[in-house]
Each structure stands twice: as structure tokens, then as C-alpha cells.
């Protein structure tokens, strides 16, 4: 995991991009030493859908990034759609939340806006819609969020998409109106996968990070990383820098330790 650096707020290393057009510079990958003398964060967004979470690193090797071609029309909160290209930082749009017993609307902020180079994989729906992302990206079914491609075993094993799926959709009526927020997802339009295709050639991909963790994208419920702006507290962009920049708390196992072993410690549910 080299090479390592120590945190220092004046690293003249800090990447000063918050947002990339285009495909990103090449970057190193870099280890930082995260000093912190927590190890628990809690949540007070009713959002997210937990209240504590474990981060013992900041950052992603991973890189999933869940991404969507530059012209996917993208529902704002005043019921207009612009490109997701176009999308910027502090735009208001819909995200989704669950509230017993549907899944409903609210207005949300984008919070990050960032661009990648990635394999195409168009996604087509009986009612022809047509969608196109890249194999990381999830949109939400009625069996939950699945990813664009997987298998059902080996190290590509994930939840995917498969023909049997029905994607979570938008009534197109119900955006007309001047404030959706609270009002259930109900629709009834056709919306079983019938393909999922390689374009057999790589694309400029856009993604955003919102509030809800979510969005609406040509009509269906997208997912998005929630944990990236977390990267800009620490003077970071929130693109590339979340899986090429990652923070460690090497003293991670003693701050849980100290953490459990509190009076005031409920035992609640951590993620």
C-alpha cells in the first residue's frame, strides 16, 4: 500500500478538483494516516437508513463508480429534467426515501458531480426505454438494487439484472406537478428488462452523490455512493480522489475497543 503519507492540512499533494469533465488525469494511489480518535460516525439523516457506521478507512480501493452516459435526463425538483452531465454541485433534485409502506419522493441536494471513462452496456425495458451505464451501476427492482452485470458465482459474483426484472419507475404524470415531495412511487407502465447489451466500445460516464444516496434517471431509481463528499472534508474531490486518496486509522481495533466499552454504549446496530 505504498506509497504512504502522513495527513497534513498544507500537503501541497491535495488535489484541488472537486469535479472532472472528461475523462481524469492519471493519479497515484496514495495512503494517508488518518489520526482520528473516533472510530463510530453516527448518521442523523433519516436518509441513509442506519443511525452508526464502522469506518476504519475513508476512501474506496474498489472504485465503484455507479455511472450513467452524459445525456440521461436527470428529474429536478421543479419537474424539469437536465443531462446528468449538466448536473452540478448544490443542484436540487429527487431522490427517494422508504417509508412504510412505499417508497416516496423528496427533494434532495447533489452533493458531488464527477466523470469516467467505462465499458457501455445499454439497458432496454418493454415499454423502450433505454438506458445506458456502465456494469457497476445499480438501479433499484422489484427485488432490490442490482447491479448492470454479475454472475452468480466466482469473485464477479453480485446482485445483477437479469430478463425477469422490473425496474422501480417514475409515472410521468405525477412529475408535472409543482411539488412531489412525500407522495408515493406508484406506476404502472411496463418495465421489465428485456436486454441488457455490451456497446462493445467505452463512454464518457457521468455520476452524482446526493442526500438520499439515490436519483432519478430517464424515468428509474438510480444508486449513488453516499460515503464520497466525505473525501471533502478533508480538502479532497469527491471524484476520483475518493478511490485513488484513502485514509487509514491504523489504531482502528483499540478505538472500537474504547468505543464498546463506554457507559453511555446502547449496543446498537453498527454498520
Known amino acids: 500500500m505504498e506509497p504512504r503519507r502522513i495527513w497534513n492540512p498544507s500537503n501541497p499533494y491535495l488535489s484541488e478538483h472537486r469535479d472532472w469533465i472528461g475523462e481524469p488525469p492519471a493519479a497515484e494511489l496514495a495512503v494517508y494516516e488518518d489520526a482520528s480518535k473516533s472510530i463510530l460516525s453516527r448518521n442523523d439523516s433519516p436518509d441513509l437508513g442506519f443511525r452508526w457506521s464502522l469506518n476504519p478507512y475513508r476512501g474506496c480501493f474498489h472504485a465503484c463508480s455507479y455511472c450513467v452516459s452524459g445525456d440521461t435526463p436527470i428529474l429536478m425538483a421543479d419537474g424539469r429534467t ?10 436540487e433534485i429527487y431522490g427517494t426515501v422508504w417509508r412504510d409502506p412505499y417508497r416516496r419522493y423528496v427533494r434532495t441536494r447533489v452533493l458531488a458531480h464527477w466523470s469516467t471513462v467505462k465499458p457501455a452496456y445499454r439497458i432496454v425495458l418493454e415499454d423502450g426505454t433505454k438506458l445506458v451505464a456502465s456494469a457497476d451501476h445499480r438501479f433499484l427492482t422489484n427485488r432490490g438494487w442490482k447491479y448492470v452485470t454479475g454472475s452468480e458465482q466466482g469473485r464477479t459474483r453480485r446482485p445483477h439484472m437479469t430478463l425477469t426484472d422490473t425496474l422501480l419507475a417514475v409515472d410521468p404524470a405525477i412529475t408535472r406537478k409543482k411539488d412531489i415531495s412525500g407522495q408515493a412511487i406508484k406506476n404502472q407502465a411496463r418495465l421489465r428488462v428485456t436486454a441488457i447489451e455490451p456497446l462493445g466500445l467505452e463512454l464518457p460516464m457521468f455520476d452524482i452523490t446526493t442526500g438520499t444516496g439515490d436519483f432519478i434517471a430517464n424515468g428509474v431509481v438510480n444508486h449513488n455512493c453516499y460515503a464520497r463528499p466525505t473525501h471533502e472534508y478533508f ?6 480522489d475518493f478511490e485513488r486518496k484513502i485514509f487509514v486509522k491504523p489504531r482502528a481495533p483499540q478505538l472500537l475497543e474504547a468505543a464498546l466499552s463506554k457507559p453511555s454504549w446502547r449496543r446498537e446496530r453498527i454498520m
Open 235 to 240: 480538502g479532497f474531490g469527491a471524484g476520483t
Open 82 to 91: 437536465n443531462p446528468i452531465a449538466d448536473i452540478r454541485v448544490g443542484d
